[in-house]
């Protein structure tokens, strides 16, 4: 599956793409789609088979599964 996930800081997205790499999940940095809203406007798209709820780190905002076009909120930061 695949998911597009967004973070509060620039360097939280970077230090969780290499989370992602050293655990061998595909996973690149790229701009925030549009349609979801970012507080530093980059985001990390990565595959995943497993329960992305393992995965998630306090650097994360919102993860969105991109199982259609729009996406699905599959997860939210407590504020």
């Given at each position: 599956?695949?998911?597009?996930?967004?973070?509060?800081?620039?360097?939280?997205?970077?230090?969780?793409?290499?989370?992602?790499?050293?655990?061998?999940?595909?996973?690149?940095?790229?701009?925030?789609?549009?349609?979801?809203?970012?507080?530093?406007?980059?985001?990390?798209?990565f595959?995943l088979?497993?329960?992305?709820?393992?995965?998630?780190?306090?650097?994360?905002?919102?993860?969105?599964?991109?199982?259609?076009?729009?996406?699905?909120?599959?997860?939210?930061?407590?504020?």
């Amino acid at each position: 599956m695949e998911y597009i996930a967004t973070f509060f800081t620039q360097s939280g997205a970077i230090k969780y793409q290499r989370f992602l790499l050293e655990k061998n999940i595909k996973a690149e940095i790229m701009p925030v789609p549009r349609k979801f809203s970012s507080s530093c406007g980059i985001s990390v798209r990565f595959l995943l088979d497993d329960d992305v709820l393992k995965y998630v780190s306090d650097d994360i905002e919102k993860i969105y599964e991109m199982s259609s076009i729009e996406g699905r909120l599959v997860y939210k930061a407590d504020m």
